[in-house]
């Protein structure tokens, strides 16, 4: 047979990036493609994925950006599945893409954005779903009262107001393409945020990826949706229960949840986030 799975290597990155733009999503160029498999954080790859090739030609590739954690005092190595992208003729070849990631030993792995398809193929490959039930709170002009509350995307404030831990996910993150970063204070108190632009047809919306004081974060909903509103343009805001711990104030339910998926034999669902992931990797 002339078409074999290989590992993506830096070298690889260009033409899978081509391909990707190609044939998975034109709107994103090949250029930004590429931009965006190289993480922005420091860690030890082994890949950027697995690429099906044809003789010399790509027919399919899946991405894969890859984390050490401190998870409980243990350093642990994470795998997140990205893209997945195989061309028609080639559909039979497809599970060997995730059979290649899954196989190799030492990680966790996530799969934060799998179609209902993909979904229940995870299934059949040990993948358990995370609890994505999503508060939705539309982002106001309310007026606020000056000094009470205070919400910044000041690089030079942020890097230093946060200390410890959060400092590092700041320093990890900060040039994540599609991460976006605020600091919400309120007197001696500050909250850490991380959260994400998408459009969900047409519309701009605001989704949360981290808190550092759940608390404090819902005390300031409003705030900071007004924030968004006025700097960003999002004209709602999307926080998992996972992620903020306790739901905001007059907020709804979203209908729909998301999908999110985890495989691992040593953590649970309280270990996963979507941080160094493809959600902050990836700006659409």
Request: aromatic share 8%; charged share 20%.
């Amino acid at each position: 047979m002339s078409t074999h799975v290989s590992a993506i290597s830096d070298r690889d990155v260009p033409r899978v990036a081509q391909f990707l733009h190609t044939h998975l999503n034109r709107r994103v160029s090949a250029d930004l493609w590429a931009r965006c498999i190289d993480v922005p954080w420091a860690v030890d790859r082994p890949n950027a994925g697995f690429m099906l090739v044809d003789e010399e030609t790509v027919v399919g590739a899946q991405l894969a950006f890859y984390s050490e954690r401190i998870v409980e005092g243990h350093r642990e190595r994470f795998c997140n599945l990205g893209a997945w992208c195989v061309l028609p003729g080639y559909r039979s070849h497809s599970l060997r893409l995730p059979m290649a990631l899954l196989a190799q030993e030492g990680y966790h792995f996530t799969d934060l954005t799998p179609t209902s398809t993909v979904a229940a193929v995870n299934v059949r490959l040990g993948f358990r779903f995370l609890d994505t039930t999503t508060a939705v709170l539309p982002n106001l002009p309310l007026p606020s009262r000056p000094g009470r509350n205070a919400i910044t995307s000041d690089p030079e404030l942020i890097e230093r107001t946060l200390t410890g831990s959060e400092l590092q996910l700041y320093r990890d993150h900060v040039a994540a393409r599609g991460a976006h970063h605020a600091l919400l204070t309120r007197g001696a108190e500050w909250c850490y945020v991380i959260f994400r632009r998408f459009r969900r047809r047409g519309v701009p919306l605001a989704y949360v990826l981290h808190v550092s004081d759940p608390a404090l974060f819902v005390r300031m909903a409003r705030p900071f949706g007004r924030h968004l509103l006025l700097r960003h343009r999002t004209v709602a805001m999307l926080a998992e229960d996972r992620v903020v711990g306790r739901r905001p104030p007059r907020s709804l339910t979203l209908p729909t949840r998301p999908l999110k998926m985890y495989r691992s034999s040593r953590l649970g669902p309280a270990h996963i986030d979507d941080l160094y992931s493809e959600l902050v990797c990836q700006p659409w």
